[in-house]
């Protein structure tokens, strides 16, 4: 899930990433070409209910490719992605337009 918030004095988008439930993950990473790939940067901080969640400040007027990564070896996209996009490893990436 994914839930936008756009700041009225910066040209900057906080898009908050929510995995969800079902992908009974230990740890969860987000994953994109906003933070180069890293598989450590964007940690999910686990919340009540079990979920994972993590806001980040996007620069507006662009395109991110991103992904989830679970446990250290599961990639997932966002259900609630804008669209999706090859990523040359026979699979597709996230995209989320801000």
């Given at each position: 899930?994914?839930?936008?918030?756009?700041l009225?004095?910066?040209?900057?988008?906080?898009?908050?990433?929510?995995?969800?439930?079902?992908?009974?993950?230990?740890?969860?990473?987000?994953?994109?070409?906003?933070?180069?790939?890293s598989?450590?940067?964007?940690?999910?901080?686990?919340?009540?209910d079990?979920?994972?969640?993590?806001?980040?400040?996007?620069d507006?007027?662009?395109?991110?490719?991103?992904?989830?990564?679970?446990n250290?070896?599961e990639?997932?996209n966002?259900?609630?992605?804008?669209?999706?996009?090859?990523?040359?490893?026979?699979?597709?990436?996230?995209?989320?337009?801000?």
């Open positions: 899930m994914l839930e936008k918030k756009y009225k004095t910066k040209p900057v988008c906080e898009v908050t990433f929510i995995a969800p439930l079902k992908w009974q993950g230990e740890s969860v990473i987000l994953a994109g070409d906003f933070n180069e790939w598989e450590s940067t964007h940690p999910m901080k686990r919340q009540k079990g979920s994972f969640k993590v806001t980040v400040k996007l507006t007027g662009r395109e991110y490719a991103f992904r989830y990564l679970v250290g070896t990639w997932h966002d259900d609630a992605a804008d669209r999706y996009q090859p990523n040359g490893f026979g699979e597709e990436n996230s995209i989320i337009s801000v």
